[in-house]
């Protein structure tokens, strides 16, 4: 049996000593928003959050990081993997780190990336309140959430806690739980099964048939009629939990000598994304209109990737939807749009 | 000593701002980077002029007199690279607030108005007057923006000065957008390169670093009134304290050095 039951009244006392022994980073409030940041205090934890402002791969991949630091031509990693829980995140976002994983393991692997991810303990919770921009529930379904170590629900009198691995059976020892029953294993279920048809947003069709459609339309004119009030801010790439490119760029320490090699995250939208030097010290943009930036996001969520991973590279999480401040980079309005076409 | 790069602050249009600036470096980075580069001229820390060649001139200000051209070729001639740095040298600044409008010089001097060296044309930034290879951006300048440029230089690189907007250094420090509080902001079409302090304090963005290379101006106007609840008159003016010279309506529409 690998699903545990514990009593709300000692859930605090399980996160007071889980805090206590390790690093844990969880979903806590800032403003009217969420962020997954570090917990230091019980009561910090909102496993009530609706989603957060940025997805949890920061914490593999961090929006600045150093590579290497410098000193004349040598060289050394910087790579500095610490222990940590990741408690809380919402199964959309755990089925993006999915992905994640796959697209820095690939090829070149992503040391950084992984000596991180590796000592993560990866732990789930149910979606308690859902974003006013999700549509989890009608996106990728044949994807099934994986990668995890364990996985909370909020059900009656308290948490279901189920045990995937060894990592994950690990934060038994924190806290005071018991053997799951068939009952309280089934309501569970339900909870998270309850979610699924109540996002407010939904797109109408199955992720092949979207793929399909959305790349035949690649020189349609609706691209450039989607992005008209594009600001090319980037701001729907950054805060998306599948986005994964980033800018390399030297910098020396005012001694000229050292220094570091530091990588930020970088974004298909913005105008200088797609610009290379050419020889002879010329500068050509292969993506240079609004609008074909806007539609190589949109391709690379339905159609690029999916052979790749097995399903599309958008999980409905609705933080794109949101913080466009023009109010155009939601994924369902383009899709259902272009599907009924 | 000779192999070190020489290089020459001049000072036009300005409160000087961003030469203090430069001096709030500390004592400790100031002579580090003394180290590397030879200060030939510096109004604002010391009294030596020179006429020799130089390798990085740093101007700061706007271009604002007709009077100041002869003076502005003067430098570039001499200079293997000239750097634009504070917002008034990159994009005119606040001083191109005057642009347009007429009744400024009565409004501020009042009988003193014709006074022969209250004179001044608009404002423009020093690159409508002679060729900037770089600009530096913000009012004022960022020193830690300027040691990496200067770095690069030192090194022989090409810098690069950012061309996407604070949203995105809002995004980097995950701070809660003003219009998700119900506030406004400009981040959408200003320059970044500042690290956004502003809006993660609460504030607004105003530009202050001028425009992207592609502001989208329209689709502001109509964010600031359909999200930010500003009326039509104060939405389409909203970001002309620091961006006169960049916004479509500028007198005198001018280019990006760094592109
Ligand atoms: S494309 Fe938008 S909705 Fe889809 S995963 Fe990315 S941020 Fe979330
Ligand atoms: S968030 Fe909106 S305005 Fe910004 S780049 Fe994406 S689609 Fe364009």
């Known amino acids: 049996m690998n699903a545990f039951f514990i009593k709300e009244a000692d859930f605090t006392q399980f996160l007071g000593n ?127 959430p994986k990668g995890h170590d364990g996985f909370t629900t909020k059900i009656s009198g308290g948490y279901l806690y189920e045990v995937y691995t060894a990592k994950g059976k690990d934060l038994l020892a924190y806290g005071t739980f018991i053997e799951a029953t068939e009952e309280q294993i089934n309501e569970a279920r339900e909870v998270n099964d309850s979610v699924m048809d109540k996002c407010p947003e939904k797109i109408n069709h199955d992720s092949l048939e979207i793929s399909e459609k959305v790349r035949s339309k690649f020189n349609s004119p609706v691209w450039e009629e989607f992005a008209h009030d594009c600001f090319s801010c980037g701001s729907c790439n950054l805060v998306c939990p599948t986005c994964y490119c980033f800018d390399v760029q030297d910098n020396w320490n005012v001694d000229q000598v050292t220094g570091s090699r530091d990588r930020t995250w970088d974004g298909c939208l913005l105008e200088d994304f797609s610009s290379c030097s050419l020889t002879g010290g010329s500068k050509e943009n292969f993506r240079e209109t ?18 790749k991973l097995g399903g599309p590279a958008c999980v409905g999480c609705g933080r794109c939807s949101s913080s466009c401040t023009a109010d155009i980079a939601d994924p369902v309005n383009v899709i259902n749009r272009l599907m009924e076409e | 000593m000779s192999d070190k790069v020489k290089v020459a602050y001049f000072d036009f249009t300005c409160c000087e701002g961003c030469q203090i600036e430069m001096t709030n470096f500390g004592d400790a980075a100031f002579l580090e980077l003394l180290n590397h580069v030879e200060v030939v001229e510096f109004r604002e820390a010391m009294s030596e002029k020179t006429t020799e060649r130089i390798n990085i001139a740093f101007i700061e200000g706007s271009f604002s007199r007709e009077a100041d051209r002869a003076r502005l070729e003067e430098i570039r001639e001499r200079s293997d690279i000239v750097i634009a740095y504070g917002a008034c040298a990159c994009t005119g600044g606040i001083n191109a607030l005057k642009n347009h409008q007429n009744d ?24 409508a007057a002679i060729k900037v290879d770089y600009n530096i951006n913000g009012c004022p300048m960022d020193k830690d923006e300027f040691i990496r440029v200067v770095s690069h230089l030192v090194h022989g690189k090409q810098p690069v000065i950012p061309n996407h907007p604070v949203c995105v250094e809002c995004k980097l420090r995950e701070t809660v957008c003003r219009y998700d509080q119900g506030d406004h902001c400009l981040g959408m079409v200003a320059r970044a390169g500042c690290g956004a302090p502003c809006p993660a304090d609460g504030i607004p963005c105003e530009a202050c670093r001028g425009f992207i290379d592609h502001p989208n101006e329209e689709s502001l106007v109509k964010v600031l009134m359909e999200k930010g609840g500003l009326s039509r008159e104060r939405a389409e003016t909203r970001s002309r304290m620091f961006t006169a010279n960049c916004r479509a309506d500028a007198p005198e529409k001018i280019v990006s050095p760094n592109k």
């Open chain 1, 18 to 144: 889980m805090i206590g022994a390790r690093k844990v980073i969880g979903p806590k409030a800032r403003k009217n928003r969420f962020v997954f940041d570090q917990i230091r205090k019980p009561e910090d934890l909102r496993l009530d959050y609706d989603v957060t402002i940025l997805p949890p791969k920061k914490v593999f991949f961090p929006p600045r990081q150093e590579l290497i630091r410098f000193h004349g031509q040598k060289g050394s990693s910087c790579i500095q993997p610490e222990s940590t829980v990741l408690f809380g995140v919402h199964f959309y976002d755990i089925k993006a780190i999915d992905m994640t994983d796959h697209l820095f393991r690939e090829n070149n692997m992503d040391f950084n990336y992984l000596a991180q991810r590796e000592c993560t303990t990866l732990i789930g919770s149910n979606v308690q309140n859902i974003f006013k921009r999700a549509f989890f529930g009608s996106v990728g379904k044949g994807v099934a």
């Open chain 2, 104 to 127: 400024y010089h009565e409004e501020v001097y009042g009988k003193d108005a014709k006074m022969p060296h209250l004179d001044s044309q608009i404002a423009l930034p020093v690159s």
């Open chain 1, 290 to 307: 609004r609008g074909s930036r806007y539609r190589h996001r949109i391709m690379r969520k339905t159609s690029y990737l999916t052979a």
